[in-house]
């Protein structure tokens, strides 16, 4: 009978794409239904009541390019779906209208569509700029599959690389992975056949396996994204995982901001239970496992695996020193290993197609593929996946279409917390782990921020110890009182109170609080101030020196003024100032007054570009002392 | 520095013992359980208010500064009834460097309070957040359950209007 479930998966699959109703596909992952696709939904549900009462709606994962949300696909009985982008309740309802009935494709709104090669003189949708440069293997399902619906799963191959695994042994399955180079996708990039290995000759019973889903990167969602489109791939990979290393219990660590994540595979553990995937006898042979979901309560340093081990057992989330590593003595004692969520959705395509197969891609030391959420100032943001070694020029060029509104590129910021900023000459570098740590950076689990010219670096040092001087668990005293100091005096250059030496002393707390922390979250902490001192070494300068904030970021260096010359009275800074600090006549040069004003910038954008009469000035060094 | 606990006193009885009760019979009493119990106290309660606490500590054998010292631990947890409706802006760094201060700062002036506090008529706490996770829309806020993308000092007018907040 388990024969069956890829054949009834596949014809399940085959009957959704070649339905004989119209189906409309939303992509209703968190990015889609933070731009509205709830509504979309409703619209698309109200307006195939009159049009195709019996057509299907669908809703799916996200396909990667959220700067597009919602999306909505269209298929047409006996054709392939077309994509179309930046959906609203009004706009949806055009585009069923014109596709459905009057046979119209609105050529010019179609993205693509979502075959290999073109339909109707729609071209691929994989032809598209942002996904064109992209490898999709980890996201191969996200954004196509209906994520409830296991069948969907096993049509795609779904289980398939647990089949074989099973049919391995433990080490033979150990042995392919060791093959495919795969390096933990978490952060410090560390091989995981040999991680498991450590845990597999551990003493010790039960062994525990932990899928570590606590995304703690504030401005990272690849983890969040694959959950919801596809979380059998990774619930697949515990399984693999943990007949690998002989675990008999899995948690599934996620942070609670992630309720949709969490859903899902609530949802997708229930499913496995009824094919028996989980529990006694998986696919009927010798192997049980079982999974249980933990929500984090809040806490970014939970993200580091002794912090987390002690949040699961129920203590605070502090870290302790290693060794013993988790694979010695992990949870309850007992032998266990962590691993990232995209390093166990790897697991699956690894078993197969095979341990040197997938080692075909990357680079020389960094095998396969990495996801990346890529956000910021670029024009097209989300998430995408390339393998090891894309220069960050087609990262933020090719894939991202630039920086937005053609802003100049000034850095790149990856690791998130624990990462650094790279800067705009080093374009053309290779993203690995090793470069990203020669760069003085990190891998991280894939954030990637895009700044320009309008971010401040010394803001960008402030915000980054701000939070992990909040997050830090205060358990050893480099941590907790070095990136205090440290944020002391990044307040004051902020605030153009600086002193010369200040850039010395934070060199010399950074270094402390890197040799001297507990855990990763001090060691690490300081790479935002040390990348931005080191290439960045003028912006502090100018903060200190003049007082001057190029980015017109730091609010006590500059103000808003109105150029009389320019303005043209048409009151719209006037109605918009929150505070009446603005004042002038219609048709009239209208004046800001400085003690009211509270810097929140609406006047400076909403001036019609025709007047361009706001401007961003330079207090004098004076102005800011005083 | 989170705000150490405060002895918000439940006015009404009956109803939350009850609710304790039975999640606590849900979770039975292995330390393990500690923080989903206070999870799902606060998801019935709003808060965790002392008396609640110590039923908690109690079942499952704790003292009550261990139980304490959990809870005060993680960010999620709130020791005093939020407003009827819960605002969060989200101060990532994706929002950060996309203009989450400004929506933050709005926030601040349209509903008269800072972050971490509530209305006086109760009606909106307002807290900041690390990152919803969508990113690739920044600046967001949330509403309750509801997350909006692309925020801008305006949108935030319009979103608050609907929740009958804002002036
Ligand atoms: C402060 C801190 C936060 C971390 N946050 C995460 C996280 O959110 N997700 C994650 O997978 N790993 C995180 N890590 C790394 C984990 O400790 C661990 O190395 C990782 O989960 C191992 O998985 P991998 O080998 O599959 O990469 C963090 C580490 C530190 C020091
Ligand atoms: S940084 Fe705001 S949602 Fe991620």
Redesign the interface.
């Known amino acids: 009978m388990e024969a069956d479930y890829w054949k009834r998966g596949a014809e399940r699959w085959k009957a959704l794409l070649e339905s004989d109703v119209p189906v409309i596909y939303v992509g209703a992952a968190?990015?889609g239904?933070?731009?509205g696709a709830a509504k979309v939904e409703e619209a698309v549900r109200a307006k195939l009541g009159d049009l195709s009462p019996t057509a299907r709606v669908v809703e799916v994962g996200c396909i990667g390019p959220?700067?597009l949300?919602p999306l909505v696909y269209v298929q047409r009985p006996g054709k392939a779906p077309i994509v179309y982008g930046d959906q609203s309740p009004e706009t949806v309802a055009v585009v069923l209208e014109s596709v459905l009935s009057k046979g119209d494709l609105l050529m010019d709104k179609a993205l693509g569509v979502l075959s290999e090669g073109a339909q109707d003189g729609i071209p691929s949708f994989y032809e598209h700029p942002m996904l064109k440069p992209q490898t999709r293997l980890v996201l191969r399902n996200c954004g196509i599959i209906d994520p409830v619906e296991i069948d969907h799963y096993f049509a795609r191959e779904g289980y398939l690389g647990l089949k074989r695994a099973l049919s391995m042994s433990p080490e033979e399955v150990v042995e392919e992975v060791r093959a495919s180079g795969l390096r933990g996708r978490g952060g410090a990039g560390f091989p995981t056949s040999q991680k498991w290995t450590f845990c597999r000759k551990a003493q010790g019973d039960p062994k525990y396996l932990i899928c570590n889903a606590d995304?703690?990167?504030?401005?990272?969602?690849m983890n969040?994204?694959l959950l919801e489109g596809d979380p059998h791939a990774v619930l697949e990979g515990m399984l693999v995982a943990a007949y690998a290393i002989g675990a008999s219990h899995g948690y599934i660590y996620i942070r609670?901001?992630?309720?949709l994540a969490i859903e899902r595979l609530s949802h997708a553990l229930q499913r496995m239970r009824e094919h028996g995937l989980l529990g006694q006898k998986v696919m009927g042979t010798g192997f049980d496992f079982d999974i249980t979901i933990?929500?984090g309560?809040?806490?970014?340093v939970c993200g580091e695996e002794t912090a987390l081990m002690a949040?699961?057992?129920?203590?605070?989330?502090?870290p302790r020193p290693r060794p013993p590593f988790p694979a010695q003595k992990g949870l309850w004692g007992k032998p266990t290993v962590i691993n990232n969520v995209e390093t166990l959705g790897t697991l699956p395509n690894i078993m197969r197609m095979g341990g040197a197969a997938y080692a075909g891609r990357g680079s020389e030391k960094a095998k396969g593929t990495k996801t990346f959420?890529?956000?910021?100032?670029v024009k097209r943001?989300?998430?995408i996946e390339v393998p090891f070694g894309t220069p960050l020029r087609k990262i933020i060029f090719d894939i991202g279409g630039g920086i937005l509104n053609d802003r100049g590129f000034k850095a790149i910021?990856s690791g998130?917390p624990s990462g650094g900023c790279i800067p705009a000459s080093m374009v053309d570098l290779e993203v690995d782990y090793e470069r990203l740590t020669q760069a003085g950076s990190i891998m991280g689990s894939g954030?990637l921020?895009v700044?320009d010219e309008d971010?401040c670096m010394v803001d960008?040092a402030h915000?980054?110890l701000t939070?992990t001087q909040n997050e830090s668990?205060g358990k050893c005293s480099p941590c907790r009182i070095g990136t205090r100091r440290m944020l002391e005096i990044l307040e004051r250059i902020k605030k153009g109170v600086g002193e010369e030496q200040d850039m010395q002393r934070l060199t010399e707390i950074a270094q402390t609080v890197k040799d001297g922390s507990l855990c990763g979250l001090g060691q690490t902490a300081p790479n935002p101030v040390l990348t931005t001192l080191r290439y960045f070494h003028d912006e502090y300068e100018e903060h200190i020196r003049d007082g001057r904030c190029r980015a017109k970021v730091c609010k006590d260096l500059f103000h808003y003024e109105i150029d009389p010359e320019k303005c043209i009275g048409c009151q719209i800074c006037f109605k918009?100032c929150?505070?009446s600090a603005i004042s002038g006549k219609p048709k009239g040069a209208h004046t800001i007054d400085q003690a009211r004003c509270?810097k929140?910038?609406?006047c400076y954008?909403s001036c019609p570009p025709k007047a361009k009469a706001v401007k961003r000035a330079d207090n004098g060094p004076d102005e800011v002392k005083g | 520095m989170r705000q150490v606990i405060g002895s918000g006193t439940p006015q009404d009885k009956a109803p939350w013992r009850e609710a304790v009760a039975r999640i606590l019979s849900r979770h039975g009493n292995e330390r393990g359980e500690l923080i989903p119990i206070l999870q799902n106290v606060q998801a019935e309660l709003d808060y965790l208010h002392r008396e609640a606490l110590e039923e908690v500590a109690r079942a499952l054998r704790l003292s009550m500064h261990d139980v304490y010292g959990v809870a005060t631990f993680y960010a999620q947890f709130r020791f005093s009834p939020p407003g009827r409706h819960k605002v969060r802006a989200c101060l990532g760094t994706a929002c950060h460097v996309r203009g989450g201060d400004d929506v933050m700062a709005a926030l601040e002036r349209r509903l008269g309070i800072r972050h971490g506090e509530t209305t006086k008529d109760g009606e909106f706490s307002l807290e900041r957040v690390a990152c919803m996770g969508c990113c690739a829309l920044a600046p967001v806020m949330v509403v309750g359950d509801e997350v909006s993308g692309r925020c801008t000092p305006s949108k935030v007018d319009e979103i608050l209007a609907r929740y009958g907040g804002g002036d």
Do not use: H, N, W
């Open positions: 968190s990015c239904r933070a731009a959220c700067c949300e995304e703690g990167d504030p401005g990272a969602f969040r994204s609670d901001e992630y309720p933990k929500r309560a809040g806490a970014f949040s699961i057992e129920g203590r605070r989330g502090m959420s890529l956000v910021g100032k943001t989300g998430l910021q998130g954030g921020v700044m971010t960008v915000y980054f939070f668990c918009k929150p505070v509270v929140c910038g609406l954008q």
